[in-house]
């Protein structure tokens, strides 16, 4: 079974400090990583995902498959990143994606 | 512009009751989901299509019922709601495997 662990479910980062936000996975098969972002009173959107390997907003995730890991990071928060965001791994040839149980962004001025 | 929509936006109902939830897209998307968002669970897959015709149970699925008549809308009916189906709810779709999938804007639903 493939599952997505976000381990915390609120964080609060100073503006200007750095933000990673974590995401462990298990599957044993090759996983596509994605990372989506929901905004205040907004539709979740996709942010990023690991075969792009881009950067989208300053964030930049790389996937670990020795530590199973997909993390999310910016080297300096802004305000407008405050929002909810979900970690998700889908199968290579499968439409499905498992979510994770969020992590709620906010940025302190 | 293509889109993905959900109707209602809102919905009160009564335990008991059957309530169908509305999505639709024009981006001739062969993939579409539906999804529960609820506090402390993220987003759980309630049921799946890969085309029409086709209908497949997520991990959430009991009480839940879904048809695909067309590409382009995908409803979700709860059969007999409960107070444990309270959620938002939201509808997404995707074209092809590793795509990224796009969501509509959520169908916040209260059983009382």
């Known amino acids: 079974a493939q599952r997505v662990t976000q381990p915390e479910k609120l964080l609060s980062v100073f503006k200007g400090a750095p933000v990673e936000l974590k995401c462990n996975y298990s599957?044993?098969?090759?996983?596509?990583l994605f990372w989506y972002v929901q905004y205040s009173r907004q539709r979740l959107q996709l942010l990023l995902r690991?075969?792009s390997r881009e950067s989208i907003k300053g964030f930049t995730a790389d996937l670990n498959k020795g530590e199973t890991s997909f993390h999310l990071k910016k080297p300096f928060a802004q305000e407008e990143d405050s929002a909810m965001y979900y970690c998700?791994?889908?199968?290579?040839?499968?439409?499905?994606?498992?979510f994770g149980t969020g992590t709620r962004l906010t940025i302190i001025p | 512009d293509a889109e993905i929509t959900q109707s209602p936006r809102h919905k009160i109902t009564e335990t008991g009751r059957q309530v169908t939830l509305a999505c639709h897209q024009t981006?001739?998307?062969?993939?579409m989901f539906w999804y529960r968002q609820d506090l402390g669970h993220g987003l759980r897959l309630i049921h799946y299509?890969?085309?029409?015709?086709?209908?497949n149970k997520g991990e959430v699925s009991d009480g839940y019922s879904v048809s695909r008549s067309n590409t382009e809308d995908l409803p979700l009916t709860l059969e007999s709601a409960a107070s444990s189906q309270t959620s938002v709810y939201f509808c997404?779709?995707?074209?092809?495997?590793?795509?990224?999938?796009?969501f509509g804007q959520g169908t916040r639903l209260t059983v009382v």
């Open positions: 997404a779709s995707s074209a092809r495997r590793g795509s990224e999938a796009f």
């Open positions: 599957y044993s098969g090759s996983p596509e």
């Open positions: 690991h075969i």
């Open positions: 998700a791994l889908g199968r290579i040839g499968n439409e499905k994606l498992t």
């Open positions: 981006w001739n998307h062969n993939n």
């Open positions: 299509s890969y085309g029409v015709q086709d209908t």
